[in-house]
């Protein structure tokens, strides 16, 4: 597992403080991925299934985490792919802001 996987679970889930209702997988292009869901945040594998997957380069996922980047707004510019339900991705979009 990379040292950005690694990074990303850590900040994710000190802004989550603990299990997120629902399940979202963030693909970081070129690193692997994070899940979050009601177990809280981990490394993915590829056999993970989520509500949703959000992907982005690592750039792009460090300035959503850092607070830099809205969400909403890396997603409107290109920089942020969705594929599934957008409601989770809101949801857990505001969770991490």
Do not use: C, H, W, Y
């Not at 594998?45 to 985490?65: G, N, P, R």
């Amino acid at each position: 597992m990379s040292s950005t996987i690694d990074a990303a679970v850590d900040a994710i889930s000190a802004k989550l403080g603990g299990g997120f209702d629902g399940s979202a997988k963030f693909v970081i292009q070129g690193e692997g991925a994070v899940i979050v869901d009601g177990a809280g945040v981990r490394a993915a594998t590829d056999d993970d299934e989520a509500d949703v997957t959000m992907t982005a380069d690592a750039d792009t996922f460090q300035e959503i985490l850092s607070g830099d980047l809205n969400p909403t707004a890396a997603f409107m510019s290109g920089k942020l792919q969705l594929d599934g339900d957008m409601g989770t991705a809101m949801k857990l979009g505001s969770a991490l802001s």
